[in-house]
């Protein structure tokens, strides 16, 4: 089990080390970033991801494909998702998937993606900014996302003072997390 994580974490470090060094704007989204946040605040409540999802501009994409085939990644487009596998014989699970920044991730999400510059510099990657990220999160809901926003609302970095910075429908899901913590 303890590998798996290592592995997890081993394949964020590369890709960004490789978009790094090719100059390619990326933040890091996803459980990822819901981890790097809650362990400002507790690392004890930090939960492990098997994804690794980055946020690329698309008109980056050949950058960044350039980049991260360099370092060992393996270029796929799987049932409408770009994606990275960790190698030749990776599974899907074993990749690097990729949000476009300022697009809808599924033609009916509420929101697009956020850009890349709603981003910061940690001593590790760049990090999707926690409003942000709560909008991404929030727009997807799926059950994933919605465990994500109530870490997030647990260790305190999120609470219903938020629901004034969110569109209507946003705010509404919100809430609904707020009021049924357990689902």
Known sequence: MVRAVERVR???????????????????????????WVSRVDEAAVRNTQDVDLLLRRSDLSGAATALTAAGFVQRHVAGVEMFLDGPNAKARDAVRVVFA?????????AP??????????????LLNLEALV??????FRD?????????????LIGP????KLA????????????????
Request: net charge negative.
């Open 135 to 140: 909008r991404m999160k929030l727009t997807s």
């Open 102 to 110: 300022g697009e809808k991730v599924r033609p009916d999400s509420v």
């Open 113 to 126: 993606a956020p850009d890349v510059t709603e981003s910061e510099q940690t001593s590790a990657f760049r």
């Open 10 to 36: 081993e394949r964020l470090a590369r890709a960004v080390a490789a978009l790094e060094k090719a100059g390619v704007s990326y933040a890091v989204v996803g459980g990822n970033a819901v981890a790097a």
């Open 168 to 183: 209507p429908q946003l705010a509404a899901r919100l809430q609904q997390l707020i009021d049924t913590p357990e689902g």
């Open 144 to 156: 994933k996302d919605r465990t994500h926003l109530r870490d997030l609302l647990e260790v305190g």
């Open 161 to 164: 003072e938020w629901c004034g």
